[in-house]
């Protein structure tokens, strides 16, 4: 499995970017996607997931800090998981990642880094206020 993030920059507080997070090989809509970032300084933190179980819609699990703000999706003609941002702040700037799994413990739900074995290269998003 390889993940390609894209869709990062600059942008201006109180403004919006979606990410997208292209993946190749064995993934399925069964793996659980997530997206990550690591502010300056900080550890890697959970942004958003999502995952479709057998038979079910999508189920999408966020952070409870963007749960208002951002939208994970994902297009499974063409395996891509988006991540769209609205109202971002400075708190937001980061590096952004999507990593996926086959079967996280949690069931998808956590978002946390050490269920994910699979990561892209990241893309820097700053938010200028």
């Known amino acids: 499995v390889q993940l390609q993030e894209s869709g990062g920059g600059s942008v201006q507080s109180g403004g919006s970017l979606t990410l997208s997070c292209a993946a190749s090989g064995r993934l399925t809509s069964s793996w659980c996607v997530g997206w990550f970032r690591q502010p300056p300084g900080k550890g890697r933190e959970g942004v958003a997931s999502?995952?479709?179980?057998?038979?079910?819609?999508?189920?999408?699990f966020y952070a409870k800090d963007v749960k208002d703000r951002f939208t994970i999706s994902r297009d499974n003609a063409k395996n891509i998981v988006y991540l769209q941002m609205d109202s971002l702040t400075s708190e937001d700037t980061a590096i952004y990642y999507c990593a996926a799994s086959a079967a996280p413990s949690s069931g998808c739900s956590t978002i946390r880094p050490d269920e994910f074995g699979y990561w892209g290269q990241g893309t820097q998003v700053t938010v200028s206020s």
């Open positions: 999502i995952r479709r179980p057998s038979y079910t819609s999508d189920l999408r």
